[in-house]
C-alpha cells in the first residue's frame, strides 16, 4: 500500500479561536465552552499511544482461517486482526494543547517516520475539538437525541463541515487537501464533555491519492495525579486508496496517563517483530 500520512491541522481554528461563538444551541454552546477550556484545565502530561496497523492483503497466509476470508475492506471494518500489518508505539507529551511525540517505535524497533512504512494519524486530542467546535468551521449540527453512551446520558447530534471551512488536513505522499467532513458527535449531559467523536471525509476530489477517510475518537474518564480527567482512550481510521482496492486501518489505544516530569517513564511491553 502506499505510504499515506493522515492527520488533523488546526488552519482556521488557530486563528479564529472560540471567542466569536454565538450558538442558538444550548447544548452545542455548553460543549463549545468546555471544549475551548479544555487545554487549560490539563496537567502536563505523558500518554502511551500503541497503534495496531492493518492492511489488505497483509495476511494472507497466516493461516486456513485467514485463507478462507480474504483481508479486504469488509475485514478490515469487521475483523481487523486477520490482517495484521506492523504495531507503533509512543509516548505523547501534552502540553497547553500541543502533541509532543517521542520515542516512536515500528515492532519495538526506533523509528521516528512511521509514516513512511504506513497509515499515520495525529490530533487526537484538542486538535479535534478545536476542528469542529471553532467558529471558523462553521459546523452544522443538527438531528439532535437523547441517547446512552458509556452508561451516561448524553446527546448524539448529526454535524458537518464544508470544505471551505475544514481544518482537517489530510496527507497523501506528496499531496494534501482539507475535504469537507462530517459525522456524529455525543455530548455528556452532565459535564458538557465530549465522549465520542465519528467523522467521515466527503467529495474528495478525483485527484487526490485517497478515496475514503473516516475517523472515530472515545473518550474516558481518567485519573491524571489526584484529579479525573476527560481524555481520549481509544481511536480508530480506516484508509482507502483511490487506485485498487489497497486500505488499510489503525486501531489506537491511549494507556497509562501521568502527570509529566523530567523523570517521567512508560515502559512498553515488547512487540514481537
Known sequence: MTTSKICIALVACATAGFAAADTPDPVIAAARKA???????????VVKRATKRYQTGAASSLDSRTRSKPCNLDTLRA???????????????????KETYTNLRVNGTPDANPDRSGTWSEGEFSTTLWAIFSPASAALFTNQRAVTIMKRPAWRYDFAIDHSHSSWKLFAGTTDYAPAYGG??????????????????????????????ESAIEYNFVNI???KFLLPAHSEALYC?????????????????????????????ETPK
Open 79 to 97: 475483523t481487523p486482526e486477520l490482517c495484521p500489518f506492523d504495531t507503533v508505539t509512543a509516548e505523547i507529551v501534552t502540553e497547553n494543547g
Open 241 to 269: 486508496e483511490r487506485a485498487g482496492t489497497a486500505c488499510s486501518k489503525n486501531v489506537t489505544d491511549f494507556q497509562n496517563y501521568k502527570r509529566y516530569t523530567a523523570d517521567a517513564t512508560i515502559t512498553f511491553e
Open 225 to 227: 495525579g489526584d484529579a
Open 35 to 45: 471544549a475551548s477550556a479544555f487545554t487549560d484545565s490539563l496537567p502536563r502530561y
Open 184 to 213: 456524529a458527535i455525543w455530548i455528556d449531559k452532565e459535564t458538557s464533555r465530549v465522549l465520542r467523536i465519528e467523522m467521515a471525509a466527503r467529495e474528495l476530489p478525483a485527484s487526490f491519492p485517497l478515496k475514503m477517510v
